[in-house]
């Protein structure tokens, strides 16, 4: 199988550069990519048409979201599997932001081939820096071939729940860290458990990441043909964020090498996009699998196996639609001695992605504004020490569009978070606020990745 990918991919990349000598030289609209962040990331500026001597010319683009943030959260944790819950200070008024610069440009040559790039830094302080870093070779007729740090093709074609304006899916609430879930400060070296994984895992997501966050990978997209849109990627190391990429010889038995960790991924989805008279229909589904290292196997379960589905129906303004995803086996490391201790598990044991989630929203545009209403519960399996990790997530939301690519958003939302064991427990209500701003919102995709939005 995967012998036919590496095929595959090199017969893509000859047939697209092959096909474009045919072709005449031609502009192809763009749009949004598929992701939980097409509200936030930008499209690539409009390709430059190619003489023999020009090169391409690169542009910035990107996105800011600032927030203010209202909570009344009841944390608890405990230090150890044999200790008593004890309750937690936490901030209940907070401001939030998440911003990138994208570096984005493309050309289209007198062959009628579109070469691009597109390279995504962090705006705020991040253990990536740079998220996303990729090449894209693309014809209309061909499809779509990345090279680079991208999210996979399962994950790219995915259909989710419409929003109102704050999203759920791999949304909103949990990349600000809208409350606490032991995230970053409930670790084995203070208190107790290792807190919620909230995207390498169903807690928080229906997409196909599974620790493959902009993973080095190869990714053909083909074009849409009635209705239907293909993809597929293969994914040599699955690293999550993209780290070290640049390290050929990650693929030894050093960190990151296919022996310390998940390798061989392949993940594919196929997408369908319609219109009925005045009812639309998206749909999607994917899968997705990896081997797991000697290094780290523990169980016959520890090799990554994951699939998803989603489905929105439109009419008018109106949407309604969910998703839903589950991971039956995945490990993605091992637990420490200390880690051990703290929940009551065994040195060496696995701690897994195993899960599922769910999640349904419906939505209601009309002129400028739009409301919505969507919910969502996700579990993890995370160790076999007892128990799972539990998020439940609701919202009610609205937004408003004050100008060209400025959207001014606002919502209330419940949530209950209980970690394996109770080593960590939180429930509460809360309010948040914000705007939304996307710099020049020009292209980023060519028009077989179109699926995005309500059709």
């Known amino acids: 199988m995967r012998k036919l990918l590496y095929a595959t991919t090199a017969l893509t990349t000859a047939g697209l550069i092959a096909a474009a000598g045919d072709a005449a030289a031609q502009t192809s609209p763009m749009s949004p990519t598929a992701s939980p962040y097409r509200e936030q990331l930008p499209p690539s500026p409009p390709p430059t048409s190619s003489t023999s001597a020009e090169k391409i010319r690169l542009g910035l683009s990107g996105y800011f979201q600032q927030w203010a943030v209202y909570t009344d959260q009841s944390y608890k944790t405990r230090p150890n599997s044999g200790a008593n819950n004890s ?56 499809g779509q071939l990345i090279v680079g740090d991208e999210n996979n093709a399962g994950y790219l074609l995915h259909v989710t729940a419409p929003d109102g304006g704050i999203s759920l899916d791999s949304g909103d609430l949990c ?46 997209i083909s074009p849409r043909f009635a209705g239907f849109q293909a993809g597929v990627s293969y994914i040599p190391n699955l690293e999550s964020g993209g780290d070290n990429n ?56 520890a090799n990554l196996l994951a699939y998803n589905a989603g489905l929105q ?16 086996q995945g490990q993605r490391g091992t637990l420490s001695g200390a880690q051990a201790a703290n929940v009551g598990g065994v040195a060496g044991s696995p701690i897994r992605s195993n899960g599922m989630s769910w999640t349904v929203g419906a939505a209601y545009e009309f002129g400028p504004y739009k409301i919505g ?20 997530q609701g919202v009610v939301s609205g937004s408003y569009a004050l100008g060209p690519g400025i959207r001014l958003v606002g919502g209330v939302f419940y949530y209950d978070w209980q970690e394996e064991n109770r080593m960590s427990e939180n429930n509460g209500i809360g309010g948040a606020t914000a705007i939304k701003i996307g710099f020049e919102p020009t292209k980023r995709r060519a028009t077989f990745v179109d699926w995005t939005g309500a059709v």
């Open 175 to 220: 990349n600000i860290r809208a409350f606490e879930t032991g995230t970053g400060t409930q670790t084995a070296a203070n208190y107790g458990g290792l807190g919620a994984n909230l995207f390498d895992s169903p807690t928080c997501t229906t997409n196909l990441r599974m620790n493959d966050n902009d993973s080095g990978k190869f990714t053909y």
């Open 246 to 301: 640049s390290a050929l010889t990650r693929i030894g038995t050093g960190d990151g090498g296919r022996n310390s960790g998940l390798h061989n991924g392949v993940a594919g989805g196929l997408n369908y996009k319609e219109k009925f008279g005045e009812i639309g229909v998206q749909a999607s589904g994917g899968a997705m699998w990896a081997d797991s290292s000697s290094g780290t196997e523990n169980g016959s379960d």
């Open 373 to 392: 209403i969507d919910y969502m519960k996700g579990e993890n399996n995370k160790t076999t020490s007892g128990g799972l990790d539990r998020l439940e």
């Open 87 to 142: 309750s937690q200070p936490t901030t209940n008024l907070d401001q939030k932001h998440n911003s990138e610069v994208c570096v984005i440009g493309e050309t289209t040559l007198d062959t009628g081939l579109t070469i691009g790039v597109n390279i995504q830094i962090e705006a705020n302080s991040e253990g990536d820096q740079i998220d996303e870093s990729y090449l894209y070779l693309q014809s209309p007729t061909y």
């Open 313 to 328: 129906l439109s009419y008018g303004g109106f949407a309604i639609g969910g998703a839903w995803v589950r991971v039956p």
